[in-house]
């Protein structure tokens, strides 16, 4: 069992900028594919960041490419996510996801957090 909390959401201005966090526990976190997604009210959870177990080769999605760093600490259990040049469209609830298979299908991911709202005013 692998357990996710994220922290670091709130309001931001738009060009500003926000690292997210996200605490995992449960089993050894080198093995798992960690990911961030998001879900704006209305719309479908979307794929932002995907990172492998060893904290190397990032893939971003299109929308936040250049302005998101996906980043992971397997010594401290955390996942991050800094976010700089922040847009109204990136604001939603952002989740951290776990799983076996380095995927951007939210369907893919076992375990996931509760989320934290992001905010980003015009």
């Known amino acids: 069992q692998v357990q996710l909390v994220e922290s670091g959401g709130g309001l931001v201005q738009a060009g500003g900028s926000l690292k997210l966090s996200c605490r995992v526990s449960?089993?050894?976190?080198?093995?798992?594919?960690l990911a961030w997604f998001r879900q704006a009210p209305g719309k479908e959870r979307e794929f932002v960041a995907v990172?492998?177990?060893?904290?190397?080769?990032?893939v971003y999605a299109d929308s936040v490419k250049g302005r998101f760093t996906i980043s992971r600490d397997n010594a401290k259990n955390t996942l991050a996510l800094q976010m700089s040049s922040l847009k109204p469209e990136d604001t939603a609830v952002y989740y951290c996801?776990?799983?076996?298979?380095?995927?951007?299908?939210?369907?893919?991911?076992?375990?996931w957090g509760q989320g934290t709202q992001v905010t980003v005013s015009s």
């Open positions: 990172i492998n177990g060893g904290g190397t080769s990032p």
């Open positions: 996801a776990s799983g076996g298979t380095f995927s951007l299908r939210s369907r893919d991911y076992l375990y």
């Open positions: 449960g089993r050894a976190l080198s093995f798992y594919v």
